[in-house]
């Protein structure tokens, strides 16, 4: 005797032969997102549309109490699960092939995991993806230090444990079988995660205020930092601009910023030197990634009772960018006078 999810994907399948035949690549079932006891056999989940008329087969519906979803998922879409850019990877990696419209469709979306996994064996790729979900957490949580209801933090909490945790399980190659639903126990088994991960996500699930709340997340998102940034991986081959005319544009350019810096030093105004110190020191960041220079902390050494330290940091950090500039053997465009510049450019 069938089953009844057996008798609903036949009755998918033999609408897609009836209705959708040259319309249908492929039919997806997935079972992560059921309860234990709704399952029997593989759940039709999403199809994959090869023309518009296909949409037409979309539908929701409710048996015996169940809800039911056959949806469309583009082969864009399954572009952006192999990628690591759709929430739902799992969609793509634990899916089954139910139907195939031709040996084509079926390779084609194969391949589609195939590369899935090839992004998951690489791991300058997989961290670059685990910035990405820190930042949305991070965003979120921006927002939420400026709601006061219960009920907004919490959901927000919510969500920024989640995209921490895809972080998490990013830096460790991997992404979550069952999504969202059991992250806490998927996460058990990962090789490595946060220090106190698990207790300040445990700890937003039973928190009761908002101050609780948003001061886990802020621990949270703070452990989950420190923890990607001792597990950057090493880019031994990255390029760097080795062009250092382009260095030599830029501080010619920049320098004016330097002469600012220090007369407002010199003045000990701390608003204007604090103003384009941090204006600089976003530059200095810049320059560093595009040349691969040393760190160089500008904003770190700021005091507002100490401007003549500051002063001399700025004209150390200048020496420092002149320097790398001449050992390149780039000359500085700069003219003592403006009568040498009158007669060397005219």
Known sequence: MKTKNEKLLNWAI???????????CLLIGTGQFKLEQDKDVASFDYFIPANEKAHNLAKTFIVEGIGYDLY???WERI?????????????????Q???????????RFL?????????????????KKALEKLNIAMEIYQTMMFEDRLGKVRMASGFIADYLSVAVAFVNQTYFKYSQINQISELSVMKEIPQNFMQYYTAIIHADSVDELKNLCHVMILSTRKFMSNRKPK????????????????????????????????QRDAEKTFVWSCYLQRELD?????????????????????????R????????????EIHNHGVAIDEYNSIEEFMAKNS
Request: aromatic share 16%; hydrophobic share 30%; net charge negative.
């Open 235 to 266: 880019n031994e081959n990255k390029i760097y601009n080795e062009d250092f005319h382009d260095l030599a544009d830029w501080y010619q350019e920049l320098c004016y910023t330097w002469r600012r810096i220090y007369y407002w030093c010199d």
């Open 14 to 24: 033999d609408k897609i032969l009836k209705e959708y035949k040259e319309d249908v």
């Open 111 to 127: 391949a589609m995991q195939a590369k899935l996994q090839a992004n998951l064996k690489n791991p300058e790729f997989m961290f």
């Open 286 to 310: 810049i320059v560093k990634e595009e040349f691969g220079l040393k760190e160089m902390d500008l904003c770190g050494k700021y005091s507002s009772e100490n401007l003549l330290d500051f």
């Open 312 to 323: 001399k940091r700025a004209e150390e950090l200048e020496k420092y960018i002149i320097d």
């Open 97 to 107: 092939i139910l139907y195939y419209r031709n040996e084509e469709d079926k390779n």
């Open 79 to 95: 572009e952006k699960m192999a990628n690591l850019d759709d929430y739902n990877t799992t969609c793509l990696g634990y899916a």
């Open 72 to 74: 469309p998922r583009s």
